[in-house]
T-cell receptor, first 113, second 116 residues
Framework: SQKIEQNSEALNIQEGKTATLTCNYTNYSPAYLQWYRQDPGRGPVFLLL???NEKEKRKERLKVTFDTTLKQSLFHITASQPADSATYLC????????????WGLGTSLAVNP | NAGVTQTPKFQVLKTGQSMTLQCAQDMNHNSMYWYRQDPGMGLRLIYY???????DKGEVPNGYNVSRLNKREFSLRLESAAPSQTSVYFC???????????????FGPGTRLLVL
């Protein structure tokens, strides 16, 4: 069955360091991969989208990579700040008519001052 | 421009009671979705509406009904609430268009439901 795995353990890092979050998938051929941020008590907020034929996408301090051979996406936050503390979700979108969105469980990130 | 709004924010029900969760979007989007989010299960699609007047089942539709009242509003109804429906419910509206951002979701703030 289709499956997405994100780090289940919370990630704790020091302010200023780079946070790296992982999203692995199996039995799926996504056309796009999305990353969202979710703060406690709030709905997810879209951050970045990367296509299957793109290796890397950047937005300010955020960088996403997509390796369809490894079936993995890495999400990096450089120069992390305490305000980056949140849960980060990845979601896959199928190709062609299979537009079904599959969600990971999310990884909790805590940036310590 | 509030995006997606939901009411109520929090609700406690007894088993067997009914209630309707309300959702409205002011982005003039065609599609609207209802998700539930549970620890260890992630976001799961309950129902969606691709356009005004149409609704379709998602991954976990049992125990729920929906109404797409107009282009702005999409409600979720629990006819006879069960403890298994204790969850956080999110309404979302995907980005319109046909490009890669077509499935980018704009979420509401959520409704926290506790069924005793």
């Amino acid at each position: 069955s289709q499956k997405i795995e994100q780090n289940s353990e919370a990630l704790n890092i020091q302010e200023g360091k780079t946070a790296t979050l992982t999203c692995n998938y199996t039995n799926y051929s996504p056309a796009y991969l999305q990353w969202y941020r979710q703060d406690p008590g709030r709905g997810p907020v879209f951050l970045l989208l990367i296509r299957e034929n793109e290796k890397e996408k950047r937005k300010e301090r955020l960088k996403v990579t997509f390796d369809t051979t490894l079936k993995q996406s890495l999400f990096h936050i450089t120069a992390s700040q305490p305000a980056d503390s949140a849960t980060y979700l990845c979601a896959l979108v199928g190709a062609g008519n299979n537009r079904k969105l599959i969600w990971g469980l999310g990884t909790s990130l805590a940036v310590n001052p | 421009n509030a995006g997606v709004t939901q009411t109520p924010k929090f609700q406690v029900l007894k088993t067997g009671q009914s209630m309707t969760l309300q959702c409205a979007q002011d982005m003039n989007h065609n599609s609207m979705y209802w998700y539930r989010q549970d620890p260890g299960m992630g976001l799961r699609l309950i129902y969606y509406s691709a356009s005004e007047g149409t609704t379709d089942k998602g991954e976990v539709p049992n125990g729920y009904n929906v109404s797409r009242l107009n282009k702005r509003e999409f409600s979720l109804r629990l006819e006879s609430a069960a403890p298994s429906q204790t969850s956080v419910y999110f309404c979302a509206s995907p980005h319109p268009g046909t490009g890669p951002f077509r499935e980018t979701q704009y979420f509401g703030p959520g409704t926290r439901l506790l069924v005793l």
